[in-house]
């Protein structure tokens, strides 16, 4: 079994930044990718960044150069920086993650953890 945990969240104002975090504990084998998806109110969830085991990583076009994923991959840890935010960045953000225990992998989500930027 396999926990997401989020931290982070949070109100800002518009310009400001936060830093969102997720752990991953449980019977890891391989983290094959981490990262964040989000869904604001009345639309789908939707990618905003993915790191993978490679290093290389993957951003929405809303967010590039502006937010930044990263990863503790000793600790199975996630990380968004996230800048310059902007009212349209409001949404509830989860963890993500791919995960391989033994031979098969799996996806893992978090709780979710509400993102307010306020303008």
């Known amino acids: 079994q396999v926990q997401l945990v989020e931290s982070g969240g949070g109100l800002v104002q518009a310009g400001g930044s936060l830093r969102l975090s997720c752990a991953a504990s449980?019977?890891?084998?391989?983290?094959?990718?981490m990262g964040w998806y989000r869904q604001a109110p009345g639309k789908q969830r939707e990618l905003v960044a993915l790191?993978?085991?490679?290093?290389?990583?993957v951003y929405a076009d809303s967010v590039k150069g502006r937010f930044t994923v990263t990863r503790d991959s000793a600790k199975s840890t996630v990380f968004l920086q996230m800048n310059s935010l902007k009212p349209e960045d409001t949404a509830v953000y989860y963890c993500y993650a791919n995960i391989a225990i033994g031979e098969r992998s799996s996806n893992y989500w978090g709780q979710g953890t509400q993102v307010t930027v306020s303008s």
């Open positions: 449980g019977s890891i084998f391989k983290v094959n990718a």
């Open positions: 790191i993978r085991s490679s290093g290389s990583t």
